[in-house]
T-cell receptor, first 113, second 118 residues
Framework: KQEVTQIPAALSVPEGENLVLNCSFT??????LQWFRQDPGKGLTSLLL?????REQTSGRLNASLDKSSGRSTLYIAASQPGDSATYLC????????????FGTGTLLAVQP | EPEVTQTPSHQVTQMGQEVILRCVPI?????FYWYRQILGQKVEFLVS????????KSEIFDDQFSVERPDGSNFTLKIRSTKLEDSAMYFC????????????????FGPGTRLTVT
């Protein structure tokens, strides 16, 4: 059964710092991996999608990497801003018939001005 | 830009009542999903739906739950007799398809319906 873990559970950094969020998964049989942002009491905003055959994806200040063989992904945020404060969720797309997403518990990020 | 919409944004109901949560997926998408998130916990998969039938469901999705695509645009989740533990945020998602070769398609999420059972 696929298990997805994210560390750290919470992170507080000063504005401008570069930071790395980690995601690990137990079963390498995945279609893809998505990183989401969730603001308190709100929905899920998709940030990046990495296919299982890809090594990384970039969008603006965000860069996500994937090492499927070791079951790891990282989300790198450059030059963090207070507006980046949110919970970041990692979800792996199960390689079964429906590509259901299996989520981690998230990393709560606070960027201090 | 097309988006998934959900109504209502917040639903309060009494234990034992039936509720229907509504979703309008992106129009050219073929796969539809429901997920839920109990406060402070992980987002959990409930069910996936394709070609007017359930393609996969989780252990959570028992006989109290049902899904339907009553017309060409709506996708609904019904809980027959709500329990206190059904209180959660329910997310609908849609995807153009599941996969093409080794590539899995992105799922797009709605803003969620917060269900409170009292």
């Amino acid at each position: 059964k696929q298990e997805v873990t994210q560390i750290p559970a919470a992170l507080s950094v000063p504005e401008g710092e570069n930071l790395v969020l980690n995601c690990s998964f137990t079963d390498s049989a995945i279609y893809n991996l998505q990183w989401f942002r969730q603001d308190p009491g709100k929905g899920l905003t998709s940030l990046l999608l990495i296919q299982s055959s890809q090594r990384e994806q970039t969008s603006g200040r965000l860069n996500a990497s994937l090492d499927k063989s070791s079951g790891r992904s990282t989300l790198y945020i450059a030059a963090s801003q207070p507006g980046d404060s949110a919970t970041y969720l990692c979800a792996v797309g199960d390689s079964g018939a429906t590509n259901k997403l299996i989520f981690g518990t998230g990393t709560l990020l606070a960027v201090q001005p | 830009e097309p988006e998934v919409t959900q109504t209502p944004s917040h639903q309060v109901t009494q234990m034992g009542q039936e509720v229907i949560l509504r979703c309008v997926p992106i129009s050219n998408h073929l796969y539809f999903y429901w997920y839920r998130q109990i406060l402070g916990q992980k987002v959990e998969f409930l069910v996936s739906f394709y070609n007017n039938e359930i393609s996969e469901k989780s252990e959570i999705f028992d006989d109290q739950f049902s899904v339907e695509r009553p017309d060409g645009s709506n996708f609904t989740l019904k809980i027959r007799s709500t329990k206190l533990e059904d209180s959660a945020m329910y997310f609908c998602a849609s995807s153009r398809t599941v996969s093409k070769g080794i590539f899995g398609y992105e799922q797009y999420f709605g803003p969620g319906t917060r269900l409170t059972v009292t």
